[in-house]
């Protein structure tokens, strides 16, 4: 009984599309990462205090950074007990998972390729990675 993956990602949310004895199971995990959120206290791009000008940027870029180390976490936690997964997405998140998973020495072997997709409907996706594993 071979369990074989396969991840669609953005930035919005992932599926994961497992594949065990002919049967396949989709399961949603949200990011949850906020792309255009306004900081409490803003009001301009900067603000002057004494001789320093700060900026709300780097608050944001760490925020969004701590979000999608969540949301990668979260998708490692449900591959780990496979035989072999493929990633494919529109994306640039599929390049920040795959980064993570070459850094991790139990799933790195595991991982067949990143390819590039479309947006596709749950149906084209399950289509897609049932064609990838021939089945």
């Known amino acids: 009984m071979k ?10 949310q992932a599926f994961i599309i497992k594949l065990s004895n002919h049967k396949h199971t989709i399961k949603t995990i949200e990011s949850n ?12 791009k900067f603000g002057r205090f004494g001789g320093q000008y700060i900026s709300y940027e780097k608050h944001r870029e ?5 979000q999608t180390s969540e949301f990668i976490k979260k998708l490692l936690k449900e591959i780990t007990n496979c035989d072999s997964f493929v990633i494919f997405g529109p994306s640039k998140m599929k390049k920040i998972l795959k980064k993570e998973i070459k850094n991790n020495m139990l ?20 289509a897609w990675v049932k064609d990838y594993y021939k089945i």
């Open 62 to 66: 760490n925020k969004q950074m701590s």
């Open 33 to 44: 990462i906020e792309f255009r959120e306004r900081v409490e206290g803003e009001s301009k």
């Open 3 to 12: 369990k074989n993956i396969g991840i669609w990602i953005d930035s919005k």
């Open 107 to 126: 799933l790195a072997p595991k991982l067949l390729g990143v390819f590039k997709s479309e947006q596709l409907t749950e149906n084209q996706m399950v």
